[in-house]
């Protein structure tokens, strides 16, 4: 494979980096792929749930709770055209101080086969990308928490790398009660890339503002989530050449018009993740999710598939919390996440 078609690669590893207005603009577009099962399985955010799972911590660290203390996670995902990518984490809580995320996520996008201009082949070489993560929480009252996470990111593209920072703040409002989660999270409020990849001038990083709603039904085993992102910006759309809007009628050529409450319909829709959560007890679950925005721009035109859907479980056997996901992106291919959790101190005999 040639060295251009790894950064086609790298492009696509965000389901807007290729089509939308926001894609492709920013350095280190792996920061915004789920990393977990669950909230690939969510339709690709969940930062709504608090249900002490150090899975969702990444992408809202006000979710880190102390009920996390001394737990483990791993996670690996198969992505599209054989690259890899996942994390590993542990989260440790001091009391009168608060509650820590340690983890590394990364990206293996594997090994190339070189070559120049002409076609010959001169040699191989590797990509990959990491990031550093440290994630911290604090319980306000109750029911608010606040937390931030502070990622190192270091990038290696051939002989090519770069390094940077970022910083990502959460809040979170759970009312144990009513069963009702709400979060709002800026992803990459403050960011800076240190090292660019060939000398000149820096990159923009990751920007993004997120809002999200979960309802557990009283009763029932169903909850219910919907989160909002890129709100930092309305308008999503995008001319796509192979699917172009008919202004004018072939036959009659006269205008078509477009009805102001489809298109308004459309624009908000983009922006909205939804997913249900079937729970069966404590020990298993199964999750449902839709990415409109994911559909709209990957599906292949006049092609039906399910495109922008994903579905997931998660079970408990003996000490670990295990979950699977399978996640549809376009016909070219899909993601398959495999995620596991463990609290250390459950193998430790009480004393």
Known sequence: M????????????TTHSLFSQIGGSTAYAFLNLPFSAR?????????TVKDDDINLTFHNPSLITPAMDNNLAYSNVRYIADISYGYAAYSKSFSNI??????????????FTEADPTGAITGNFTAADY?????????????????????????????YTSIGSSLDIGSTYYNPKYLFTASAVIVGLA????????????????????????????????RFSLVGQHLQKWDLTYNDPADPILTVDPLTE????????????????????GSVEILFGKSFSILLGYNYERRKELQVVNVGGLEGFSIGGCIRIYKFNMSISYAEYSIAGASTTFSVTSNLSEFYKKQ
């Open 98 to 111: 608060g509650n820590f995320v340690a983890g590394i996520q990364y990206v293996d996008y594997g090994k």
């Open 191 to 222: 960011g800076y890339q240190w090292k660019t990849y060939s000398g000149g001038d820096q990159e923009p990083l990751p920007f993004d503002i997120q809002l999200g709603v979960s309802k557990k039904v009283k009763k029932a085993p169903f």
């Open 39 to 47: 909230e690939s399985a969510a339709g690709g955010n969940l930062i």
């Open 2 to 13: 040639s060295r251009s078609k790894l950064f086609f690669l790298f492009s696509l590893l």
């Open 131 to 159: 990031s550093f993560n440290i994630g911290y929480s604090r319980q306000l009252d109750s029911m608010f928490s606040v937390g931030a996470t502070l990622k190192t990111i270091y990038s290696n593209l051939d002989q």
């Open 254 to 273: 006269t205008p078509i018009k477009q009805k102001p409450l489809n298109i308004f319909g459309d624009k908000l829709a983009r922006h909205l993740i």
